[in-house]
């Protein structure tokens, strides 16, 4: 698809496929400006054994508002790739995921900015929830802020071990329970974070939600049952903790995790 500018409101762009094959890809460039808004979804999943497509897009501003942006997979096959081409990312209410709640393994999530990369109440994924492992998440822009319980996640549900997340930045902000996590949920190990702002990095702040629970903005590679925590390593020249966290307990029988601050 290409052209200036591409408004999707309450729609679909979808390149799915539910038998045995692998799904196919969607390729969006727009020279101005693209909105995908009121719950619409742009989507190369799988519901079969195949695995799940792509999903390119690159435009110079791009808003996406409570809607949905997928290469996940269902079955044995493992989730697809995005791959985001920006000079300026809003997100609001947003999903951007990859994941496998199958046996294969989470997907790839990539994201370059040449500006800035603004979220809110967001979830980028790439999430196993069976046998296979977390996916992979990268992200790089000057400014990357997180608001308001975004979350970025390569976390395990199952007996794969946590992703990999991948974030260079010049300044990163975590506000109010905003995480970036590896976690493992069951009996992989946590994975990995490698952080890396030139300029500074400000976590602070949780989000409380309706039942008064508190999330608390920070980066985590957790594990809750069997396996051993995860590895976390940030450089920046100037980090704060303002009610924030850095963590990789290991809650179960396995380990804590390794944290390396330069």
């Avoid at 519901?47 to 996940?72: E, H, R």
């Amino acid at each position: 698809i290409r052209g200036s500018k591409f408004v999707i409101s309450n729609g679909w762009v979808l390149a799915d496929t539910f038998g045995n094959s692998d799904a196919k890809g969607i390729d969006i460039k727009m020279s101005d400006e693209i909105l995908i808004s009121n719950n619409s979804y742009v989507t190369s999943e799988t519901i079969g054994n195949g695995d799940a497509g792509y999903i390119l897009i690159d435009t110079p501003v791009m808003t996406i508002d409570y809607s949905t942006i997928s290469t996940n997979t269902s079955n044995s096959g493992d989730a697809g790739y995005i791959k985001l081409n920006v000079v300026d990312l809003n997100l609001i209410d947003t999903l951007i995921k990859s994941d496998s709640r199958g046996s294969g393994e989470g997907g790839a999530i990539i994201i370059t900015a040449a500006g800035s990369i603004l979220s809110s109440y967001s979830h980028i994924s790439t999430e196993a929830f069976s046998t296979g492992p977390g996916g992979y998440i990268s992200i790089k822009a000057p400014t990357l802020d997180m608001d308001n319980f975004t979350l970025i996640t390569a976390n395990t549900f199952g007996d794969g071990d946590g992703g990999y997340v991948k974030v260079e930045a010049g300044t990163i902000s975590l506000q109010n329970g905003s995480q970036i996590n590896t976690l493992s949920r069951s009996a992989g190990d946590g994975g990995s974070l490698n952080i890396n702002a030139s300029e500074s990095i400000t976590v602070s702040c949780y989000y409380t939600n309706a039942q008064g629970t508190k999330y608390y903005s920070g980066f985590y590679g957790d594990t809750d049952n069997l396996g051993e925590g995860g590895f976390i390593h940030i450089t920046t020249p100037s980090l704060l903790l303002d009610n924030g966290r850095i963590s990789t307990t290991a809650w179960g029988n396995g380990n804590a995790g390794f944290i390396n601050l330069d």
